[in-house]
């Protein structure tokens, strides 16, 4: 059994930060072609907001890594389930992440992207936990730190639900 217990971050102040966010990225990215990775399925929601607030030309594609299963701890095994849909060689990455936790996910894709030969590779998150690393990493953008709480919404899932939420729920789970 589980249920949201407190709404950690709503809808409108996730509108605000998604659009500084896209601004800074734009800022950054001026002049560049950027290829903009969703790293599914938990970043699309966030995606989405984010790409229309980067005023500038960019390719998408998508990737998709496992990492938890349907429980909360992180298994530190990263396994590519979907992969680019074209080489990135000597492009600009920047990869949408829905959170950073262990950081076990974003160091090993980063350092495998690094190794096809994108020019650079930057990653921005929507969340993160800095409290729960199990290993050095830190994304190059990120939208709020949060504590170390099991949270849903706006994309980010448990067993596949609540990724529909307009707003970050903090997840109560009992049996
Ligand atoms: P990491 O390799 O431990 O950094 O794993 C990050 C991934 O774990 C994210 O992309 C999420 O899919 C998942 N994850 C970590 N914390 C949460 C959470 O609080 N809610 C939902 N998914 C989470
Ligand atoms: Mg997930």
């Known amino acids: 059994m589980e249920k949201i217990s407190r709404i950690l971050i ?5 509108a605000k930060k998604v659009k500084e966010l896209g601004k800074q ?21 966030f995606y989405a907001d984010l790409v229309r607030n980067i005023n500038l030309p960019m390719r998408f594609d998508t990737m998709s890594v496992s990492s938890y ?20 060689c000597g492009e600009d990455v920047l990869l949408i992440e829905d959170i950073i ?3 076990n ?25 800095p409290s729960r690393r199990t290993t050095d990493y830190k994304a190059n953008y990120v939208g709020y730190e949060i504590p170390d709480e099991f949270v849903v919404g706006y994309g980010l899932d448990y067993d596949e639900k609540y990724r529909n939420l307009p ?9």
């Open 10 to 14: 709503d809808e409108e102040s996730i």
């Open 25 to 45: 990225i734009e800022r950054d990215y001026a002049g560049k072609t950027p290829v903009v990775v969703a790293i599914l399925k938990g970043s699309i929601i």
């Open 69 to 88: 299963g349907s429980g909360t701890v992180s298994s530190g095994n990263v396994k590519i389930k979907k992969d680019l849909a074209k080489d990135i």
């Open 101 to 103: 936790d262990s950081g």
């Open 105 to 129: 996910t974003m160091k090993a894709l980063t350092s495998l992207l690094e190794h096809r030969g994108a020019k650079s590779i930057k990653v921005c998150s929507f969340l993160d936990k």
């Open 167 to 175: 707003y970050v729920g903090i997840l109560e789970i009992t049996d």
